[in-house]
């Protein structure tokens, strides 16, 4: 590690994992960057199909290969496995294509030196970060799953779907891998914040203006990450997905069955679709709100009994 703002205590032992996927015209500067500031680099290879690997080894960076694809979350849970059998003191994924700035590196790992969090994230929209180049549908999309992760989350995050990431000792110690794809970046900020450890964003750069910056097509992506964070938010507030929808339901219903009823008084005019909209509108709606209420309620009586 090189000069006095890349520097680490003597303690920590550092170690970048980078994704590895057909990057080889980009992986070489990124680890001579990475080198500066870290004791290790390790690339996770996921089936690459050209000469990354073999370029990251010859930049010296410690190579780890997967027998077939598994995507995101397999080279992350692949890297932490690792990064516990070295007894790292803090980790930093980056990703391989150039999306990321290593320069911003340092203010990803001192936050974690000093013990003024246990993750840092690398954030694209608190004040200071960018996305250059970032394309509408994308922001669009991504503003929809960071809303439905904040409804469920006890930590307010701004980027939950950066790559960009550093974690402690106790973070590392913390995360859990349930999920190999994409839906895997939501499910390590649940882990972390389910144990209640500090979490930090840093503001930084991320470049959409690169070649080959992704091999995943952005709306099954996002359909995936959102359905995930969906049924998060269904697990930890049941009441808001189910129980509220179904009383706006029998409200609805009941407005309609209203509207039935003051035909059928005046004994002329009687409408028969409104009754039936009542009908089926009702009967959707009563048992959603039940289940969100008992859900709500046994998720109570569950997490008291854990505590």
Same mark, same amino acid.
């Given at each position: ?26 992986? =070489? ?5 990475? $080198? ?105 999309? $991504?503003? $929809? ?20 990431? =550093? ?116 009967? $959707? ?23």
């Amino acid at each position: 590690m090189q000069g006095d703002e890349g520097k680490k205590p003597n303690d920590d032992y550092v170690i970048i994992g980078i994704p590895l996927y057909n990057s080889e015209e980009t992986i =070489a500067s990124i680890i001579f960057s990475c $080198l500066e500031y870290a004791d290790e680099v390790v690339c996770i290879d996921d089936c690459s199909s050209d000469k990354s690997a073999e370029i990251s080894k010859d930049a010296g960076a410690t190579l780890i290969s997967h027998e077939k694809n598994r995507g995101v979350g397999g080279v992350a849970k692949t890297f932490f496995n690792y990064a516990k059998e070295k007894n790292a003191s803090i980790v930093v994924l980056i990703d391989s294509d150039g999306q990321h700035d290593p320069e911003d590196l340092p203010k990803m790992i001192k936050p974690l030196s000093e013990n003024k969090a246990d993750l840092v994230i690398g954030s694209r929209f608190v004040s200071g970060g960018k996305s250059k180049d970032m394309p509408i549908y994308r922001k669009f999309g $991504l503003k $929809l799953i960071n809303g439905v992760s904040k409804l469920h989350s006890r930590q307010h995050i701004r980027d939950t779907q950066s790559g960009y990431r =550093a974690f402690n000792k106790a973070a590392i110690n913390a995360v859990r891998f349930e999920n190999e794809g994409m839906k895997s970046s939501l499910e390590i900020l649940e882990s972390i914040s389910e144990k209640g450890l500090r979490i930090l964003e840093i503001p930084t750069t991320i470049r959409y203006d690169l070649k080959n910056t992704s091999s995943l097509h952005p709306i099954p992506h996002g359909i995936s990450v959102f359905s995930y964070a969906l049924s998060a938010l269904s697990q930890k507030r049941p009441f808001l997905v189910f129980g509220l929808p179904g009383l706006i339901m029998v409200i609805i219903g009941a407005l309609f069955g209203l509207r039935t009823i003051n035909h059928v008084s005046e004994w002329t005019g009687v409408t028969v679709g409104p009754g039936v909209t009542f009908v089926w509108i009702g009967a $959707l709606g009563i048992p959603l709100l039940v289940s969100g209420i008992v859900l709500q309620y046994a998720r109570k009586v569950l997490y008291d009994s854990i505590q």
